[in-house]
């Protein structure tokens, strides 16, 4: 609905908003005056066709020349326009659907067609960041329903791409939910079981609330960006792939979720099946492992957390016609020994190349996943399936399937180094008796991962082992000096991360 | 806890961001670069012992000077700054609380020393408003618990200035929780009972979600932006005052709470319940009647719903040494013909000077309230208390005692009418069976109330009229073409605001 509408002129702000479009508007301007616009209201633009909703910061008149509007980056991006283009301005529509969101913090379940219609209007980028805030935050912490949950994944399904395998009949994937640094095994996976001949398209994220995505560190190794054209060029010619999901436009409104979820360090239990699923299903997937990393300071924290989290998933995937098996692990360290996008690169590359002193728990995770998916492929068991995959790493088949696919996407990396190295030292002498692994992952991301690929940590020491004081626990890694020192205040603040028990 | 920190000039970007304060930093800046910040990070920017966080934008080369940092309004008057005075600008520090704000949102109650951590850092401004959305929206629901409400009660009083009035025993206040347009008994309560000598220093807010607050209808008749000197004068001079409790500082997160609320439409019911009542406790009250209007599209919508609210506005009053009384009462229509400030203020006005055809529904609203104030104070009945509000409209005393009043803060200001008319016309014939207050209000808002004074809308027809096709049912009053002509599309579209009964 526009009701009425005035011409302006477009001025380019040169700023970044991110995802949420603004306009810069005179408070004198005679769009302004008549239509009555005050600041941080949300306002309708339009030019030939193409229309947005931006939130209005009112300036000064030095900051907008007379008969302009500014518009911030993302706002010249999807309006399409270029400077001094006319546009006309109005007063936003109003958002049907932003009344089930308060419904739905009011505690009242949703239905399958409203939850499409927020999705749908999210997905249009409708809604302000306050706006997707306040809706993940009435979705988190369990309150989605089953049927909720579904009809979520749905609607992310069919409001993005979706991709389809003519002439495969069976398209298999696997997810790590996350919560464990270092757990890096998606490459070794798909490298394993495409090496075996089954079909696995993986697209990933990036990092969401931890410090690198399986996106981010493949990103380190080699082209992630693939458009679905090449998607389906290095499928057909190796198998497989290893791309980043985000170009491909498969769930859309899910990575506007995402960047808020981010910012609110907030990953919910129905907005986290709903996210996983509707890309699996967008990707045209028909089986799916999923991996659950249990402990104190993983993501999922109990064994019936797990269980509620895998009996979501899996009768989730069936409503959607995904068969979907989860697996329980030990969540209760780091895996390998590099945290941050790079360095888990270098321990992916280590057991693919069967390295001595490649990390044997990233190695024995990979194979045990991989013996699940060919248990879900032929049926004869996830004892066979494992063995079978022992062998495709240990005889340089997967290596060779991984450097087949790197190939096609465009040729691999070679690993840079971060500017700044730190060894940060045990101060008491002991047996180490766990690690906090929220507070481990934080230290890396305020080092700078996965935005700076380098940046991270290298573990030096693990559950288990004797330590002395004085020696080093781990090398922080980054590439600012800020960062480094922030990453260590942390490290200093607070509760320690890694509790060592003296010797009695 | 600055880990580092670099310096830059002040460049004023001259742009109104309103409570949130945002900074301009360029992509090529050594300090961006060397703190390794990205795009809605957020950061800390400090000046002579000042400091605050703000949300980073990156701009262009074109847009802020190398070596400087822009910053909007909000930024520059919360740091005290002027344009080229250095800055330090380094990483925000880790906000403890908001890990506080994720344990609610799924679904852990918070202790009292929890609470009040959140409270205070969102009055001193350190969170963004995603953030602050995100406290919200886990709030609202029904999602705070009883021991929640009294600590959060607690915690905004304690974040702000408190008045207190020596040598005055008892301190009286009343409050309505809104939700039917036009029920604006506030100044007719304060002038009937301060005119009989109880202390009534009346503080109120503007409008929340509602096309105006008391707030907003007194200042379109005097002035109501008292600074604490000033109401403790009006108080002295007249037992009463009504004057406008944001200026005051009284309950400052509550003050920043209300803007996301605003924006989400959105207005929690313990959310509620201590926004109230935190703010008739910093004003140092000792007893209050609260009007809680119930009807389908009222705020509250069921007796049930209204039995809940009143008793833990009871309740959550008794923890915090408040006597509260709360009265259901009809919120099945509007009160009163005006709505929006000005014309809510010209039914105030003709209910005082006792004026033929002032709305009779308004008159006796306020002085069945007005006797729950009296009886609370004498305890000789409710009846008598009426009989006695009804005796001091009538004598002119409460007129006269509103004059003083409004004289005491500045003098009464004469009421401006509105630039744009518009009846609105009724398509059916019949009796008007039920009114939808909440899609009137919407009307009233989008005509451009409470922001414009003069906006909103008179009722020239209410429930239980015979009416005609082609007569008006409204009176639609707006300051700007662009604003009538939203709020008549929104009349238009959707389900009918008045229902109309045809005649059998």
């Known amino acids: 609905m526009v009701a009425s509408s005035s011409q302006l002129r477009v001025f380019k702000m040169g700023i970044n908003t991110h995802q949420e479009p603004v306009v810069y508007m005179r408070g004198d301007c005679d769009v302004c005056l008549s239509e009555g616009f005050a600041a941080s209201s949300r306002v309708g633009i339009s030019s030939q066709g193409r229309s947005i909703i931006a939130t209005l910061n ?16 993302i706002a010249i991006e999807r309006l399409g326009v270029a400077q001094s283009d006319l546009v006309s301005v109005h007063h936003a529509p109003y958002i049907e659907s932003l009344s089930l969101v308060r419904r739905k913090v009011f505690g009242h379940s949703l239905l399958p067609a409203e939850m499409a219609r927020i999705v749908s209007d999210i997905s249009a980028h409708k809604y302000s960041d306050v706006e997707i805030a306040c809706f993940l935050s009435a979705c988190a912490g369990g309150r989605l329903g089953f049927d909720e949950i579904v009809a979520l994944t749905q609607a992310m399904v069919n409001c993005g791409q979706q991709l389809d395998w003519p002439g495969v009949d069976r398209v298999f994937d696997k997810h790590c939910v996350g919560g464990l640094p270092g757990n890096r095994t998606t490459p070794l996976v798909v490298s394993i079981v495409s090496a075996a001949g089954l079909v696995m398209p993986k697209t990933s994220s990036r990092a969401i609330t931890s410090p690198a995505g399986t996106a981010d560190t493949m990103e380190a190794l080699t082209n992630v960006r693939l458009g679905l054209n090449e998607i389906r060029r290095v499928v057909r010619e190796t198998g497989a792939c290893l791309a ?37 299903i967008a990707a ?86 991989a013996g699940h998916l060919f248990d879900l492929a032929d049926g004869r068991g ?40 730190r060894p940060v030292l045990c101060s008491e002498s002991g047996t180490i008796v766990s690690i906090d692994n929220r507070r481990l992952a934080r230290v890396a991301k305020l080092a700078g991962a996965p935005a700076s690929s380098t940046a991270g940590l290298r573990l030096l020491a693990t559950v288990g082992d004797r330590v002395t004081k004085g020696e080093p626990l781990y090398e922080l890694l980054s590439d600012s000096p800020g960062q480094q020192d922030y990453a260590l205040a942390f490290n200093d603040m607070g509760p320690a991360i890694f509790t060592v028990k003296r010797e009695e």
Chains 1, 2 share one sequence.
């Open 382 to 421: 996830v004892k066979e399936g494992m063995v079978k995959a022992e062998r495709l790493l240990q005889n340089g088949s997967a290596w060779g399937q991984f450097k087949r696919i790197t190939e096609a996407q465009g040729g691999q990396r070679s690993l840079g180094e971060a500017r700044f190295r």
């Open 284 to 369: 045209g997937s028909t089986h799916a492992v999923i991996d659950i990393p249990v402990g104190e300071t993983a993501k999922v924290r109990t064994p019936g957390d797990a269980d509620r989290l895998a009996s979501l998933f899996t009768s989730v995937g069936a409503a959607c016609g995904l068969k979907v098996r989860c697996i329980a692990t030990d969540g209760s360290k780091p895996v390998g020994a590099g945290i941050g996008p790079t360095e888990e690169a270098r321990d992916v590359l280590a057991v693919l190349q069967g390295k001595r002193g490649a990390p044997e728990d990233l190695r024995s995770r990979a194979i045990m996943l």
């Open 244 to 280: 980043w999901g985000g170009a491909m436009n498969l769930s859309p409104a899910d990575d506007l979720l995402i960047r808020i979820e981010r910012a609110l360090d907030l990953d919910g239990e129905g907005q986290l099946v709903a996210s996983v699923l509707s890309k699996k």
């Open 58 to 73: 009112i300036s000064s008149d030095e900051t907008v020349p007379k008969g302009y509007a500014g518009l911030s980056d």
